[in-house]
């Protein structure tokens, strides 16, 4: 198979396999300034609720942590699973983990970084609730 094809149909795999995550994820450039957002897969699309042209060229942080202190030192961290609140298009925050891990070009250079999003608010709804129930319990 020429070079060129098989960049192509590893490419198209890549694609496809992204596309059909059940989590979001996001590709952000790491060689542009602001970390422009460069792909996104629908299941990001479902969470957040913006179409991939919505976002595509967007900064990361402005648009998913703009409350979030220190939310771009997060990069320095990678590869890293960091617990963060981040923000949806109807300014809801969503509590999630974000692993953040890192794509090398063939010369060694970083270029692009993969965020993947795990929904954790339902997880803190019940630890919340379990902390009500054990301290309704302890009540003499």
Not at 13 to 40: E, H, M, N, Q, W
Not at 91 to 119: N, P
Request: charged share 25%; aromatic share 8%; net charge neutral.
């Amino acid at each position: 198979m020429p070079a060129l094809a098989k960049l192509l149909a590893d490419s198209a795999l890549s694609r496809a396999a992204l596309g059909a995550c059940g989590f979001p994820v996001a590709l952000a450039d790491a060689v542009v300034k602001g970390r422009p957002i460069t792909y996104v897969n629908p299941a990001f699309e479902s969470f957040f609720g913006y179409r991939a042209d919505e976002v595509i060229g967007r900064p990361v942080i402005t648009l998913l942590f703009p409350e979030a202190d220190g939310a771009a030192s997060m990069f320095d961290q990678a590869p890293a699973r960091v617990q963060m609140r981040a923000r949806r298009k109807d300014g809801a925050a969503a509590q999630v983990e974000l692993s953040i891990g890192m794509v090398h070009g063939a010369d060694g250079r970083l270029t692009h970084w993969v965020l993947a999003f795990a929904d954790r608010g339902e997880l803190e709804r019940l630890r919340e609730e379990l902390r009500l129930l054990r301290s309704i319990a302890a009540a003499p």
